[in-house]
């Protein structure tokens, strides 16, 4: 409700500016400090002075005089040297945004959007640098489709990189295992925690020997690119198992995609060779033919790296980040296979329907229960398989900022094929990396050094097997929640016990990974994100549960019976009592604000801030309030209407969170 009012403002002074001085501004636009000072202020006027070679006062007058009524607004006031202060309709606001919290979702429209997110590469358990990726991603759809966006949530799926490769190598060639061994043991439930410990040990072995690693992981990934002999089917084995695990993984977060666009496809499809002749003939890459890349296909580059994230500065290279880390980037290798930017070329033409061709598409089998999941295959489309090829008006790819540069090479691609407007709304939605407190590593059973436990953080590495398993955090997350479920709610059943637990644990991990904004590095810790005060999951959660008792026993007392009246309402809201709860009415009617802000900065955290912020109010206003005990009717009702008001908008907030409210806690 909140920025719909100040877009209307805007819209009217910008129009009332540009009839009477001619002139076209955009209008910024401030909250007051006090709450008495309006809902609203714009310091246009001094800006405009400068045109207009007159005092600001004196055009704020004039404006404020000239300007009309505004639907919603119930005056526009002159404030210091100059401010325009806009108060706000309060009956009209109380009713509308009570309208607006239960209301109905509004329907998806208009062109498509994807989000790119997760996209782990199959060859390792989950950890929880890959959980703020999913996490991240799956707010930034929630917080779309909450405004009405049409939105395709996918999930690439690296199935023939390196990583994939390193696995395979160490099944084969250290452990001396066959396919139908590690077909076998991919049937396993901690399949993914085995190949944990393997890539571990394969970067190890790799260390050891580094022209033999060489060798081996370029015979290795040729033969998975082709998809010929025993290296394709073991990593087939693998990546289909793992990927299995990591949708089992996600789901426990309530995370879900709707497509698995693999690799493979990119390869066997003739993806890539599309995208290879269009590069070619562009002259966006040339042919080496001396020095340290010959015969490697390259993108000549000579733009600097935003953000000051090159691959160069990555502390943690992969061996093909070794590989590309050069001013020209390698888009073919001297051996025929493609790197990863040069297939994720491919990949962004098509999401932008680019590349004249589509993807073929079956049901993945195994999917989570209650979740529709399709991949990308070479084979036939299986019957019903929805259209993904539709093209798509903006990508936001989620991957961590140590891959900016990768990115801008991407976009460079797309803009040296002419297709400037589809490098534009390539959105890199960028995060930094997730490390631990040293009480929680500690906590994990990691052994640390005297230095370590004295650093803010310490950092994990998935290619050394140091960091924290997605599933393994949160197994810890709800035995720790569960046991203070079952010591405050005894009477409880053991099914809803445990639900309880989950919703608790889930929350405190999502809203933590939330709470910071994507350039902030997090230190995750236990005691922290579970605590029940603070900027925290529980606390907002808490709010909810408190609202539902006293809803409840209101209800019993028959206190919900009591009509208000807009009148009344407007009663209520004034004076300086009033002020107090319109000030948490304004709170409750600003998730809209809240949304319209995530979306302009690519940041869900200020949909995190939004919960907190309102659960905090609301918490101020029930410890200032004798909602049940009030003697007045009509006070006592409208106290409880803001209550409900309340608990729609914050569960709606959570909701774009992905965070459950339980009932108790």
């Keep these: 409700m909140y ?56 055009i704020a007058q004039e404006i404020a005089n000239g300007l009309g009524k505004i639907e919603g607004i119930a005056k526009v006031e002159v404030a210091g040297g100059g401010y325009l202060n806009a108060y706000f309709d309060r009956e009209a606001f109380w009713t509308n945004a009570r309208a607006e919290g239960s209301g109905e979702r509004r329907v998806a429209s208009g062109e498509k959007i994807i989000v790119e997110h997760t996209s782990i590469n199959p060859n390792k358990a989950a950890h929880i640098g890959h959980v703020r990726n999913a996490v991240l991603g799956d707010t930034m759809v929630r917080i779309l489709r909450h405004a009405g966006k049409r939105v395709q949530i996918q999930n690439y799926i690296d199935n023939t990189g390196v990583q994939v490769a390193d696995v395979v190598i160490g099944f084969l060639q250290m452990e001396r295992r066959s396919a139908v061994g590690v077909n076998m043991m991919a049937q396993e ?89 269009m590069l070619k003939k562009s002259g966006a ?36 980040e070794e590989e590309e880390n050069s001013q020209d980037k390698i888009i073919v290798r001297s051996n025929g296979t493609v790197t990863y930017v040069g297939k994720d070329i491919a990949y962004q033409l098509w999401k932008f329907g680019l590349l004249g061709k589509d993807f073929h598409y079956r049901k993945w089998p195994n999917a989570p229960e209650g979740q529709a999941v399709w991949a990308t295959t070479s084979g036939a489309n299986d019957p019903g398989a929805p259209h993904f090829g539709e093209a798509a008006s903006s990508v936001y790819n989620v991957i961590d900022a140590r891959q900016a540069y990768l990115q801008q090479v991407v976009a460079a691609g797309l803009r040296a094929l002419g297709h400037g407007k589809a490098a534009e709304q390539s959105i890199h939605l960028s995060y930094e990396i997730v490390a631990l407190t040293p009480r929680c590593a500690a906590e994990m059973g990691y052994e640390l050094t005297p230095e370590e436990a004295k650093k803010p953080y310490v950092e994990v590495s998935g290619r050394k097997g140091f960091g924290v398993k997605a599933d393994d955090l949160l197994d810890k997350l709800e035995a720790a929640t569960l046991e203070e479920v079952q010591q405050r709610h005894a009477e409880m059943k053991p099914e809803e016990q445990k639900r309880t637990s989950k919703a608790i644990a889930v929350g405190a991990l999502r809203f933590f990974l939330l709470k910071f904004t994507r350039n902030a590095i997090i230190a995750f810790d236990f005691k922290d994100a579970l605590s029940f005060e603070g900027e925290t999951g529980p606390y907002c959660q808490y709010a909810v549960v408190r609202i539902r008792g006293i809803r409840r026993k209101g209800g019993e007392a028959g206190a919900t019976n009591v009509e208000i009246t807009k009148e009344s309402a407007g009663q209520m809201l004034s004076g300086a009592e009033g002020n107090s709860l319109w000030e948490l009415v304004v ?38 309030h004798h909602i049940l005990s009030e003697a007045d009717d009509q006070k006592r009702a409208f106290l409880l209407r803001l209550t409900e008001l309340v608990e729609a908008q914050l569960v709606q907030a959570l909701g774009l969170l992905g965070i459950e409210a339980p009932e108790k806690m």
């Design 3 to 58: 920025q719909r009012l100040t877009e209307r403002l805007r819209e009217a002074l910008a129009g009332h500016i540009r009839e009477k001085y001619g002139v076209e501004l955009a209008i910024a636009l401030e909250r007051p400090p006090k709450i008495e000072m309006g809902e609203a202020a714009s310091p246009v006027c001094f800006e405009l002075a400068k045109k207009l070679k007159k005092a600001p006062r004196m």
């Design 189 to 277: 439930p901690k399949f993914d925690y085995y190949c944990w410990d393997l890539y571990a040990k394969a970067t190890h072995f790799f260390d050891e020997d580094k022209p033999r690693a060489a060798k081996l992981r370029g015979e290795t990934l040729r033969a998975i690119e082709e998809g010929k002999g025993e290296d394709a089917e073991v990593a087939q084995v693998v990546a289909n198992a793992i990927v299995g695990c990591h949708l089992r993984t996600m789901a426990r977060l309530d995370i879900a995609y709707e497509l698995l666009a693999r690799e493979s496809e990119i390869l066997h499809l003739k993806f890539w060779d599309a995208a290879f002749e």
């Design 285 to 320: 890459i040339q042919l080496a033919t001396s020095g340290k890349m010959a015969g490697c296909w390259i993108m000549p580059w000579e733009g600097e790296v935003k953000e000051g994230k090159e691959v160069k500065e990555v502390k943690e290279k992969t061996p093909e």
């Design 587 to 624: 709170a409750a009617g600003s998730l809209d604000y809240a949304v319209d802000a995530a979306i302009a900065t690519q940041e869900p955290a200020f949909a995190a801030k939004y919960a907190f912020q309102l659960a905090q109010a609301f918490n101020n206003f029930y410890h200032k």
